[in-house]
């Protein structure tokens, strides 16, 4: 049941990213993100429409894998998707801001852990 649930929180997160980045990020991203250049957010508007449908992606199968009834496909569904979390939270740490390891990647690793491991 916890591993649902982590499932679920990750998947929201990832549909509130999506949000953030098609729909926010001129007005909600200049508060989130003060240290980038504040003429770049309209410009950057389409790169980051972009990535927040990737993110839509991924709340997706995160989402699809909660409907699977078979166990054993559940669990190697959810484990792709959330192995994508975590290499995207990797990256993102790496590239934009180190909390994006934190708030995407930990959660999904404690996920993986419980679904590999129960």
């Not at 240290?35 to 995160?62: I, R, V």
């Not at 409907?67 to 496909?73: C, G, N, P």
């Not at 559940?74 to 990256?91: E, K, M, P, T």
Request: hydrophobic share 55%; proline share 4%; charged share 10%.
């Amino acid at each position: 049941m916890l591993q649902k649930i982590l499932i679920g929180f990750i998947a929201f997160l990832h549909l509130y990213i999506l949000y953030f980045e098609m729909f926010a990020w001129t007005t909600k991203g200049r508060k989130v993100f003060s240290k980038f250049p504040p003429e770049l957010f309209e410009p950057t508007k389409p790169m980051a429409a972009n990535q927040g449908l990737y993110n839509g992606f991924l709340a997706a199968g995160l989402i699809w894998s909660l409907f699977i009834t078979d166990v054993l496909w559940q669990d190697n569904i959810a484990l792709f998707f959330l192995a994508c979390v975590s290499i995207a939270g990797i990256y993102g740490a790496f590239s934009v801001e180190k909390k994006i390891f934190y708030i995407q990647t930990v959660p999904a690793l404690i996920t993986i852990a419980l679904i590999l491991f129960s």
